[in-house]
């Protein structure tokens, strides 16, 4: 009788810090399943298949689409992005704890099919710290960090969709929280059932398989 | 403009350890306001009024108990014990976190006055452990003793009217969890609001006060 583990799902606006903080989250933790996306983009130098992307042709992703093996996707011009669905209902079903880290478009479809799961929005500190991080790794226009702070501001706006908020200020600090989180929901009463009649060695309340 | 503190209620069935766990918490979060209890019974060898418990006379109870000053209150025998609501929701309101150790039915009557309340349930690991603390710290006899056991296997049965279960096996891990649960707490979105007009120096999102 395994305990499922848990789908949490780590969101926010780009510039928000996301991945720095699933990166060191998976250093703490090397135990969490880290769900790699599927996507029809060519591999960019260094990428390799099953540890950055699940690189598949149009027509692998399209058959995927049909079967419904997807537990959100989005076109972006001409390339497919996805999660497939069965790596994370496996790690689950395993007792394994599964991270998603997801744009906030991406954590609201997950959220429609996967409402159990632990949402957590990763936000920036300031709005000043929001627009260094977004003109910091972009080479772009001002008209195009403009665009991407006011997506930036809209999604900041969805902030009750989530279970939680960590303010992304010190990695560290963002990270032990996370983990809190991590913690705090395992101790779920929910999660447990009284076993009255567990005879005399037995734990009375465990966790639910 | 401060953000009121969390009221937390580490309770129990007795033989369950709350008592060793809040100890601990205490001594690694001295910022945390622990509630003591008002009580007419006589002080017993080295306690103290104002740590231990509040001692005050019938008289003075049952003023206080007409001004209706309590969170919860009991008779037990001749005796009357309670938790003064004014230190709470004073500590509460000047940003600390509360903690209040009490048994399963006074976290039931908290809970209909303060259901905004982080309850928590601590259990022990097993009946065999229960059974043992139970014996442990009682002089009395057998029929004593089953009758408490009887009743906490009664109270176990209240899980669901918890937020979060922690089991009591090794201490220092029970403490760790208690820990992560007031982070995660206060890691809730429903604490936090939206600040869209904030201003470029502004945080965007600002704990709730």
Partial sequence: MTVPGLLIIISGPSGAGKGTICQSLLQHRPDIFYSISATTRAPRDGEQDGINYYFKSKKE???????????????????????????????????????????????????????????????PPSLDVLRTRIIGRATDSMEIINKRMNKALGELSKLYEYNYVVINDVVAQAVNKLECIIEAEKCQSQRYRFVPDGGVQATLIVPKS
Same sequence: chains 1, 2.
């Avoid at 399209?62 to 972006?76: P, Q």
């Avoid at 007792?95 to 954590?107: F, H, N, T």
């Avoid at 429609?112 to 957590?120: D, F, L, M, N, Q």
């Fill in 61 to 123: 992703f399209e058959e995927m689409l049909a079967r419904d093996e997807f537990l959100e996707w989005a076109r972006v011009y001409d390339n497919y992005y996805g999660t497939p669905r069965a790596p994370v209902t496996e790690a689950i079903a395993a007792g394994k704890d599964v991270i998603l880290e997801i744009d906030v478009q991406g954590a609201m479809k997950v959220k429609e099919k996967a409402p159990e799961g632990v949402y957590v929005f990763i936000v």
